[in-house]
């Protein structure tokens, strides 16, 4: 069955550096587009950032466009994302997300992990 | 962006009840492709998301048929046909038409 597991989550403070991944099994991981979707405690969903399925195409929300960077290695079934100069409202459970076509968006998410950016 | 506005924001239902959810956007979700691209998701309590409805109308597989999709454009209705308990929880709508995908507020069902 697919699964998609997030690891890399945890406590930063404000301008620290994190580097989230996702392990992707189940399916043919170089078919589908990847994104980063995430949930700020007791909020809605903001959708961060994707890239297709080659990795030739890739989006970011103003929100974190030029502080984070997305990847992929369609080699390893794994997804990244690197997050620098995090901020308090970086604070939310993030979501590795895989879909055939975006605009339909996610087919399959993950269970999430918590990054918090505090002092 | 563009700017989904889902109404109510809480709606509590009696077991059995039929529930309806709006979802508008502020442009046409009318894609160059001929498709409105407008989904919903189900997030019930502790869980990840996970898609119910694509393109406005097409449930997802196992999805029940108590839940169904309508609308065109700008205006859109999620609705549940006669709510279970298994139903609580919260609705999102996307729109996957324009960068960036952005999602309503949610809509929080709950049972009375």
């Known amino acids: 069955q697919v699964q998609l597991v997030e690891s890399g989550g945890g406590l930063v403070k404000p301008g620290g550096s994190l580097r989230l991944s996702c392990a992707a099994s189940g399916f043919t991981f170089s078919d589908y587009y990847m994104s980063w979707i995430r949930q700020a405690p007791g909020k809605g969903l903001e959708w961060v950032s994707y890239?297709?399925?080659?990795?030739?195409?890739?989006n970011y929300a103003d929100s974190v466009k030029g502080r984070v960077t997305i990847s992929r290695d369609n080699a390893k079934n794994s997804l990244y994302l690197q997050m620098n100069s995090l901020r308090a409202e970086d604070t939310a459970v993030y979501y590795c997300v895989s879909g055939v076509n975006s605009r339909w968006g996610p087919d399959y998410w993950g269970q999430g992990t918590l990054v918090t950016v505090s002092s | 962006d563009v700017v989904m506005t889902q109404s109510p924001l809480s709606l509590p239902v009696t077991l059995g009840q039929p529930a309806s959810i709006s979802c508008r956007s502020s442009q046409s979700l009318v894609h160059s492709d001929g498709n409105t691209h407008l989904n919903w998701f189900q997030q019930r309590p502790g869980q990840s998301p996970r898609r119910l409805i694509y393109k406005v109308s097409n449930r997802d597989s196992g999805v029940p048929d108590r839940f169904s999709g309508s609308g065109s454009g700008t205006d859109f209705t999620l609705k549940i046909s006669r709510v279970e308990a298994e139903d609580v929880g919260v609705y999102y709508c996307?729109?996957?038409?324009?960068?960036?995908?952005?999602f309503g507020q949610g809509t929080k069902v709950e049972i009375k």
């Open positions: 996307m729109q996957g038409t324009h960068w960036p995908r952005t």
């Open positions: 890239i297709s399925s080659s990795g030739s195409t890739i």
